[in-house]
């Protein structure tokens, strides 16, 4: 069987909280012949409305830590000295501190130190009512989501090859820092969604300029557009010009939270109003994805 | 006395805590500091004056060719896989670089040198009498940390220092955090809030931080979030209801105590709980 081209779609905010889980579970529940992935490995809570059944489970290992053999350790000091995080203390290592450079490691002149696996999350392969589904949990307090974003977008990739899946849904982290571009990498279209308030448009300009770094084309979607309409209208000037399409606005609706509470899609839920919105919305994108808008 | 400002999930309402809670405490004795140097936004609720402007930069390494042999020490070393012989060339990959030193230190022939590479600004100034200091992280540069750690060299010991956290539970957040006398939590009574408000509750359990929690838009959602705190001991510090008005001037960059100068009683009470508690663990911990 020929394999179908695989698209991408990254939803992304940079300020957090302006609904991206909301919007990719509502998109989840629209699309056809797709695989969802969170990739906010630190906050995840796509899961929360996918009803998941786990059907695999694998350990993450983000990276290495030193593990310091203090009947070798001479409390010279020189570990403390390089150690520009200030992560070890004579052989005391802080693992709060510490990047994992390896440093001490090479420094220490009586070879008490050696660098280890760092257990520092899992990740999962799960089935749901709306296809599979890829996500994962960082371990509390570690470091390198950036890497953990990587292995289950590669992860997603293979399923979809696997099924002859064409569309991979991405629900993207907040910010614009590592594990944003981790969840950026090699997309076809950037959903940016954005809230009428100062920090909102504030946040979505940074989004949409990592995006054109990228050279990643990009779409806005303005949620809760009623609070403020001049705000809104602004948005609508900026995608304007900075060459963003914006694809939806969705009105302040407590049924929205409500279908949050109940654990649903806002698909899934009595909502109309919102329900109409979104399915324009996805018909929309999912043209732009086939290249045929 | 070091407070951060810290949530799981995004968008519940960390700036306005930290802004609102700065704006109601007596002048002279508080400082703000944005620490969300990925998408910053307390400034555009103070409008700050800024004095100062630095460029804050990381050292990267560079390469002497004329000294060089093409050992391949450096590549061994690196852990981040930011430097590589190839043949007769050593390839620098500057965004995987942590800046650790360990190539230029190690380098038998010491070839390589440091250049600054600049991944954001720190800027200082005031906003209303409120000493204030964000970052501001370049479009496109993977790390937020060492900008983060940057901005943190301007804490002022002596004053109520309030520190805005960016989201989540990763490196950034770990990088504000620590330090702080007390956490404040903010989230918002949704399975969205009480899952990611779990998450940060572990990583300040990890840390040792004490903690509390505000409870925005305490109207909407489910109760479950009182009942999660109630069963780990965490104290509620204050339950703002969801308020139309609040979304409003929020949206306009207004601080709530601007617009609606009664609710500066609130935070004020925020404020003497918090010293409390942070007094009261600090007993524990002395008796311990």
Known sequence: ????????????????GTGKTTLAAAFAALAKNKVMVDCDVDAADLHLLLQPKILMQEKYFGGRSPHVDLDKCTQCGLCTEVCRFHAIDNGVVDP????GCGFCRHICPEEAIVMEEAFSGDWFVSETPYGPFVHARLGIGEENSGKLVTVVRKKTVEIAKEKNLDLILIDGPPGIGCPVTASLT???????????????????????????????????????????LENTAQIASYC??????????????????????QRKTVIDYPCNEVQGILLKMWQGIEMTLRGEA | MIISIASGKGGTGKTTIAVNLALSLSKGTVQLIDCDVEEPNSHLFLSPTIHQVTSMGIPVPRIDESKCTYCGKCGKVCEYH????????????????????????????????????????????????????????????PMASPLIRKVKESIQKDKTVILDAPPGTACPVIETVKGSDFCVLVTEPTPFGLNDLELAVGMLEKLGISMGVV??????????????????????????PMDRRIAESYSRGVPIVVEYPSYKQGFKGLFEKVEKLHESSRRNGAVK
Not at chain 1, 1 to 16: R, Y
Not at chain 1, 193 to 204: A, K
């Open chain 1, 1 to 16: 069987m020929e394999q179908n081209e695989i698209k991408q779609l990254a939803i992304v905010s940079g300020k957090g």
């Open chain 1, 96 to 99: 709060v501190s510490c990047e």
């Open chain 1, 186 to 228: 090699g997309v076809n279209l950037v959903l940016a969604i954005t809230e009428p308030t100062l920090s909102g448009i504030h946040d979505l300009e940074r989004i949409l300029k990592l995006s054109d770094h990228f050279k990643i084309p990009s779409m806005v979607c303005v949620n809760k557009f009623d609070i403020n």
């Open chain 1, 240 to 261: 304007k010009k900075n060459g963003s399409r914006l694809i939806g606005q969705i009105p302040y609706e407590p049924k929205v939270v409500e279908a949050l509470v």
């Open chain 2, 82 to 141: 930011a430097i590589a012989v190839i043949l007769k060339n050593v390839l620098v990959f500057d965004e995987l670089c942590h800046g650790c030193g360990a190539c230029s230190y190690l380098c038998p022939e010491k070839a390589i040198f440091e250049v600054e590479r600049e991944i954001g600004i720190v800027q200082e100034g005031s906003a209303d009498g409120i000493p204030f200091v964000n970052g501001v992280l370049n479009i496109g540069e």
């Open chain 2, 215 to 240: 409870i925005n838009k305490a109207d909407v959602g489910d109760r479950e979030v009182w009942d999660y705190c109630q069963s780990k001991n965490i104290p509620i510090l204050m339950e703002i």
